[in-house]
């Protein structure tokens, strides 16, 4: 039973609160003209699978992408949560013709590429809004996640986190060096101020926050450097572009079991000391109070959404969102 003592809230958008039920720890983009790869995807078990209609496809192959990516959806239930990155609707003459096929397939997000302003979010919510309503789909059962890969970007970063249908938001960083005139550095210095900002403005809207790919696939130890930081950062999960890439991911987002365990403790003896009274004691000698508590409660969470058991004493229970 979840524990009455109430936490600060945190704002959600509604629409988000199925969104976050799901795993999000790793996006997996796979080119959307290519049909082995759209088939095989969900077996290497990364959390979302984003099919891509944008920059991994070349202008030749635009129509092909949409339509093979259109039928895959359509024709087979996928495990993964399913994303569609749509060539963009003003800065491209494809990304209209794409949300007219993709939509009606029904994948569970849209990604809008290269997002620098709220009105843009706008086109594609309202597309969606008339698809939903023509198919009597309940609101939400299609979202949207932006990508921010410039600078305008980033400075609207804020108002587009509030944009509707907006459940999650992710950094595209090769573009957005290339429009910061940087290159690529080991560690990446270059993006830290835009990971910061999407990361803020994603915890101040409420949504998740994903990171972008590490696009050398050979380099398992920098990958895993990467993800590591990113995750002390505060992002939710990271992209992807290779299976190999989805373990190391996983690893590190799942919580292992000392923190389980430790968590567990917190909130049990936590627990113990309101029934007794008290708000602030200490465990392995270390203080704890509400933070921590919450902080100890988002860690079993993330553990139960992995699929492992965690068991609380009655009342030791938080939503904490
Ligand atoms: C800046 C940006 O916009 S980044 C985002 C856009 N980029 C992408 O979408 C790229 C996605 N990734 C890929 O296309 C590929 O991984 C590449 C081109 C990088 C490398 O491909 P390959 O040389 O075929 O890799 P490799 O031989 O190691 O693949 C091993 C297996 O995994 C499969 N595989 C590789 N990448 C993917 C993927 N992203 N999705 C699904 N399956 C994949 C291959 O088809 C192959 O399957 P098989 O063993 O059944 O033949
Ligand atoms: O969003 C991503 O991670 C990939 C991408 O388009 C970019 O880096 O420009
Ligand atoms: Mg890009």
Known sequence: MANDKTFPEVKTNPLTEAAKKRLSRSMMFVPGNTPKMINSADIHGSDSIMIDIEDSVPITEKDTARLLTAEALKSRKFRAETVVRINHPTQTPYGYDDLDVIVPAKP?????????????????????????????????????????????GLYNVREICHGPRVVAIALGAEDYRADLRTGKHKPAVELLFARQTILHAAREAGIRVIDTVFSDVKDPQGFREEVEFIKALGYDGKSCIHPSQIKIIHEVFTPDEKEIAHSVKVLNSYADALRNNKGVISVDGKMIDGPIVVRAQRVVDKARAAGIKVELEEGAEYDVK
């Open 108 to 152: 569970d997000m849209i990604r809008l590429p290269k997002t620098e302003d709220v009105s843009e979010v706008e086109i594609v919510a309202k597309k969606i809004e008339e698809v939903e309503k023509a198919n009597g789909w309940p609101e939400g059962t299609i979202n949207i996640i932006v990508a921010i890969e410039s600078v305008r």
